[in-house]
Structures are given as C-alpha cells and as structure tokens.
C-alpha cells in the first residue's frame, strides 16, 4: 500500500527528486569538479564525494614572498577552449592573463648549453626551412633526414605506433633523440618508446594521413594562423582559482571526507559505499576519481571494465621552484624554459622559466624558477629527500644557467604515481573500457583521453552530458511506467 501510495501520489519533495534526477560524481579534483558543475547546470541535483578535505586534485597554488608556485599545471592550452569557456561560465575572465609573447619559444640543451630552438619549430618539426637549416642542434645529416619527410610516402593505415617509432619513421632518429624525445615525452612525462602517438599527439599522424606529410601539413597551419596568438593563459592567483571558484559555486553539494570505497546498484538505482559506512543512492554516476581507484570501486559491478583499468600505469613527477635575484643568474631566461634530452644524462628533466613565462608570478628583480625531476629518464630522482633534490636543482641550475649564490626561495612539490602513462593502444584501450562499463556510469579525468586541465575540463562536460541524458530518458521510462501502474 505504501509503495503503491508513493508511485501514484508522490510527495512534493519526492515529486522533484524525480522529476529533477540524481547524478553522483566520486573525485574532487578538477574533473569531478566540472562533471558537477555541469550537471547542475542542467538542472540535476548533484552530489560530489571527495576523499580528503582539500578539492582541487593537482591544482595547488601557492604564495611565498610575493612569487606564485604552483604544484601541477601552471596555465592552461588555448587551443582547447573548454578551460577558457569553463572560465567565461564562472565569470572570472578578468582573472586571466596570458602567457608573455617572447622571440624565443624554447631551449633545448645540447651538448651541455642551452640552443635556442628554431624559430617556427611546432613542437616536432620545422615550419620555416632557413632558422632550422641555420641551427646547430641537428648535423648537416640530420637536417637532410628531416627535409625528406616531406617526400616520404604516407602510412598506408593508421595503426597505432609509439612516439619514438613515429618519428623516426617520419624524421629520423637523430630529431627523436635531440629535440623530439624531450619535447614529447617531457608534456606526458612518458618515455617515446612506449607513449602511444594517437593518444598524446593525434595531430601528427592525422597530419600524415590528410597532407601526405606532416612538414607540409604543419606549413599549410601555420600560413593560416593567427600572428602572435597567445598559446597559453593561466590565472592571476593561480590555476587552483579555478578549482575554488567551482568549489564555491558547487558549495553544499560537495561532500568533504567521504572516500568511496564500492560501487554496486539496487532495483533502479545505483549505490556508492563510502569507508564510513554510508551508502549514497543516485541515478547516474561519474567517477573522476584514478584508474586504479575506480578499477577497485567497479571490480563486483563491472568487472572487465576494471580489469581494463588497472592495466594503466602511473609514473611521478616533482618540481623545486628556486628563487634568485636576476642579477644572480647569467642566462637572459628569454623563454618560457627548457628541455633537456636523454643524451644529456643530466639529473633533472627540464626547466620552466616562469618569471619570464607569466606576467606578476615574481617581484621584479627575481627570476623564478621551476625545475623538473622525476620524469622519463630521472626516476630515481623521487626516491631523494627534499634537501637532497634542491641541492640537485641548485647545481644544475648553476651550470646550465649560470646561477650564483643560494636562492631566496626553494620549494619542493611531489606526485607520486600522478601520472598515467598513455602506453600503445591506450586509445582502444579507453574505448573499450567504456563500452563495458553499465550505462549510466561514466568516467572522466586525466587516466584516459588528454592529461591537461583543458582535456579533463572537456571529458568531465562530455561524460556530464551522458549522464544527463541517461538521467534524462530514465525518468521518461520511469514516469511511463508509474502511469501506467496508475
């Protein structure tokens, strides 16, 4: 009788649970945060499941003596406008500011001092022929192998393949090893012979296949794009601003301390068990949360899905940020920073000059920098103390930039396991977990189609609108159904 009562003459409130739908996301980092945030925008009610007290993921921004640090991304692609729109939503366009448009893009270290890449170098080969030709990074050899990519025929179908094969094939192996390998796998901390091309840089062999060419299909790009179009744009306090703008905006609806620990479902609803016992009912869910972590959470409820899940790997990563006074530092750091290739065998994997990259991220008269380590080829770098890696940063900095003295500042920021790793045929491998997964659940974040900010701002609207949509013909189901019991 009560059941029948609550089908045929539901309550006001029950009523508009209905009506509106329930969507639960697990994971406050900034995709759980998006997936929230547009489900709520579509009118669903939302809860999101955070583990700790802090949201925001990796995005941690922080002052000390009037330079900005940040310990994940310090700015986001604009070229994938999801972060840039996500932006405009929370009205906080007079908080952007964009990276500084500067002659020299990029250094790559060569043969222990620091080469200016060539001027209209597009991360993997050269759109303008004379300041390659002109450049000493590569043999008179090697800039013949990279010329002839533009007569080497297409690949003949569009197979997956490394990083490292890619461009080999295409240019040759002294491009990988001097300039390609650390420009490549230093933006997905990955290491060429095992990062998946079609997962991480899909321009690149879709350049192939339309163009014939890469080189020539860069060229065409190039003609048409905008001159000096800023690339990047990041945040005036940082880019946990943006984190904490959704936090604000998305207030009671997050649930602080609440790890998720199973996913399972009831009749009609799923259920999501939290490590204190609680049980969280929803109609839909979204999990933001890591491969590993989601594998565990779906192991009863979809158990080839996790399987699928736990063979992504995890990598670390690490920065020192390292303060001096500009006088103290001989380079002209006039550059967003530089890469340093495997062949080097040097014990740090890059640096970020971000005093120079970003306007009002230093007082003037400091030059701010950010020193990588534990990447592709520095592994055991994470395994050292604090001290011991800012000591590490201090002498590479000294002998590559020609810093003096000690630093007014060092900061260590660490990410064990932060990382997925995009291995070959991760792409398939993401489609098929999601083809395995019960419809309803979604997933979303940095272990599947893009590790950037703006790509988990993207994959957390898209898994959002699949959920509203499921939610969405549910309830046109469910109200079929309750008229006719009715």
Known sequence: MAAGTEQCMPSDAASEVSRRGRVLVVGGGIAGLAAAWHVSNAGLEVKLLEASERVGGKL????????????????????????????????????????????????????GRPIPLPAGFSLLAPTRWWPFFLSPL?????????????????RSDDADETVADFVRRRFGSELLERVAEPMLSGVFNAPAAQQSIRATFPQFPELERCHGSVIRGLRRRARHALPEAPVFFSLRDGTEELARMLAERLGSRIIRRARATVLDRTIDRFRVKTSDGTAHEADAVILTTPADITASMLTLLAPAAAERLRRIRFAGIGSVY?????DNVSHPLDAYGLVIPAAERRPIDGITFSSSKWPGRAPDGVALLRIFFGGPNTRDAMNLSDSQVVEVARQEAAEILGARGAPNLARVFRWPGGYPQYDLGHVELVDQLERELPSGVYVAGCCYRGVGVPDCVYGAEQAALRAVDYVHALGGSRTATSESRT
Request: overall charge positive.
């Open 322 to 326: 390292l303060a001096y006074p500009r």
């Open 138 to 154: 590569l043999s008179f050899g090697g800039k013949l192998r990279v010329a002839a990519e533009t007569i080497l025929a297409r």
């Open 60 to 111: 941690y921004s922080e002052w000390i003596d009037g330079c900005l640090l940040e310990s994940g991304a310090d700015g986001f692609l604009l070229r994938k406008p999801s972060a840039r729109r996500l932006v405009s939503e929370l009205g906080m366009d007079g908080q952007v500011v964009h990276a500084a448009q500067l002659k020299v893009s990029t250094y790559v270290l060569h043969r």
